[in-house]
């Protein structure tokens, strides 16, 4: 769900470029199997953002079917190419690492992976993200992008900021939650928890003295989050 209004989420949407092909068949796919993506505004901005930032080791916690993943590894793996095509490093370099609770949809992300052929860039992990993390204590990573179960973020960021290089990026999507985080006027009793535990990490994320951060009225909401060198 959207937060902003329908004529303006239409209007951006409208005016974001198409996904073809293999990223074209999962969109299609995750609509008809109710399997919650990235929306295209969300996922055009971090796209924008990993053109910029041009990160070597991402972290995802929240694979699904891959769709995501697949999506930054292209936009990474067009960026890399430029640069090597014009003297600069190879696309080689890139990696990303994805977490997936469910073995399912861990399976099924790495059969999509496999036919875009990322295999050699994008690792699924399957497991609960909470006993996954605290075992990455020797890994650093240059982007992490959260999009797992809401309720479960807070728990997640003191792993984040541990992980998360100066200078690295965290992104943090569905902060706003159908718009329930920013009134009360728009909660559901069933999902009190969940929006409790997403306002304590906007917080935290706000007030914490390692990052920057900014919250974006973009897709479901999005927290764009700078650690500092």
């Not at 020797?138 to 900021?161: M, N, R, S, W």
């Amino acid at each position: 769900m959207n937060i902003n209004y329908p004529y303006i989420t239409e209007y951006i949407q409208s005016s974001t470029p198409e996904k073809l092909g293999l990223l074209k068949e999962l969109e299609q796919y995750a609509h008809q199997h109710h399997v919650p993506i990235s929306q295209p505004e969300t996922l055009r901005f971090i796209e924008v953002i990993c053109n910029i930032a041009k990160p070597k080791r991402i972290l995802e916690i929240g694979t699904a079917i891959g769709y995501s993943a697949i999506a930054l590894a292209t936009a990474i793996d067009n960026v890399q190419c430029t640069m090597y095509n014009n003297g600069g490093n190879s696309q080689s370099e890139f990696q990303i690492t994805t977490i997936e609770k469910s073995e399912t949809m861990a399976n099924i992300a790495r059969e999509n992976i496999e036919k875009a052929n990322l295999q050699n860039r994008i690792t699924v992990i399957t497991g609960d993200a909470n006993e996954i993390l605290p075992t990455l204590a020797d890994e650093t990573f240059d982007l992490i992008f959260v999009d797992a179960a809401k309720g479960q973020y807070i728990q997640f960021l003191p792993h984040c900021i541990r992980t998360l290089q100066k200078g690295g990026i965290l992104i943090s999507d569905n902060i706003l939650f159908e718009g329930m985080v920013a009134t009360d006027e728009l909660w559901k009793k069933r999902k009190c928890t969940i929006i409790r535990n997403l306002r304590e990490y906007i917080k935290e994320i706000m007030d914490n003295n390692q990052l920057d951060t900014s919250i974006l009225p973009l897709g479901d909401g999005v927290a764009l989050s700078y650690k500092k060198l």
